[in-house]
């Protein structure tokens, strides 16, 4: 797991921008693909690390969902107007695998 914590305002608009691949290395362009169709978001404790499991859906802005845009999945996420807290936002595939980027409120 790539342990780099984002910076972000609390309350402010994070585009999440990533792409994915299958076992043959393609990248997959449908968010049929995405499990639930939508990024998921939890709220973990700083000093002990990110959850195993997340539940929580994410919060987008305006009426913007998950999206693919012809080169990579788009996806904004209005994070919680909080300061000093750490979030794991989470994209998981069918077949269950998945990346995760982390989040620290300022």
């Given amino acids: 797991m790539n ?3 984002n910076i972000v305002k609390g309350g402010s608009t994070v585009p999440l921008k990533f792409n994915v691949y299958n076992c043959n ?3 997959i362009t449908s968010t049929s693909y995405i ?16 959850p195993d499991e997340v539940t929580i859906d994410v919060t987008n802005t305006g009426a913007t ?9 788009i996806q904004n ?17 069918i ?10 409120t300022k």
Avoid at 65 to 73: E, I, M, P, T
Wanted: charged letters at 15%; hydrophobic letters at 30%; aromatic letters at 12%.
């Fill in 3 to 5: 342990n780099v914590v």
């Fill in 25 to 27: 290395n393609m990248e």
């Fill in 35 to 50: 499990l639930g169709q939508s990024a998921t978001v939890a709220e973990y404790n700083c000093d002990s690390g990110p």
């Fill in 65 to 73: 969902a998950l999206r693919y845009d012809g080169s990579q999945f």
């Fill in 77 to 93: 996420w209005k994070t919680p107007n909080t300061k000093g807290h750490c979030y794991v936002v989470r994209v998981t595939t």
């Fill in 95 to 104: 077949d269950g695998s998945y990346i995760q980027a982390l989040f620290k």
